[in-house]
């Protein structure tokens, strides 16, 4: 418990890092940012493709991983599409298109308090280097 201030800090730098440098990419991605009033300890940076991005999640997502950068996948998004429920009774009361845009087009990588500045300015630029070609 001792370590969780410093841990807290370094996951909030890290994401304010890679919001900083990804902010000029809005054109193909959505970097998410806290709710008013929140102070999160990021576990994770999301980022959510664009609508009118000209590639899929899985082209950045192997792209990334080509260069060793570890991404995950949301966890579930529109549970009602997840196998658990196939079977089970459940009512949808409306449309779910942001749960849906969530399964399909977001990711995020770790913000591991040990993640160091040359490691984040890696991952900024292998985002820059990927939307250029």
Not at 29 to 48: C, E, N, Q
Not at 101 to 108: E, H, L, N
Request: glycine share 4%; aromatic share 16%; hydrophobic share 40%.
């Amino acid at each position: 418990m001792d370590k969780l201030p410093m841990f807290t800090h370094q996951r909030i730098d890290n994401f304010n890092y890679l919001r900083d440098g990804l902010k000029d990419l809005s054109d193909f991605f959505k970097v998410h940012t806290p709710t008013a009033r929140s102070k999160p300890s990021w576990f994770g940076f999301p980022i959510t493709l664009r609508e009118d991005a000209p590639f899929l999640r899985s082209d950045i997502i192997d792209f990334l991983e080509s260069r060793k950068i570890a991404t995950r996948l949301l966890f579930g998004g529109n549970l009602i599409k997840q196998p658990a429920y196939v079977d089970l009774p459940f009512r949808v009361v409306a449309d779910m298109p942001n749960s849906d845009k969530i399964m399909s087009d977001t990711f995020w990588i770790g913000l591991y308090p040990g993640i160091n500045e040359a490691m984040l300015e890696y991952v900024v630029h292998s985002f820059w280097d990927f939307v250029k070609h």
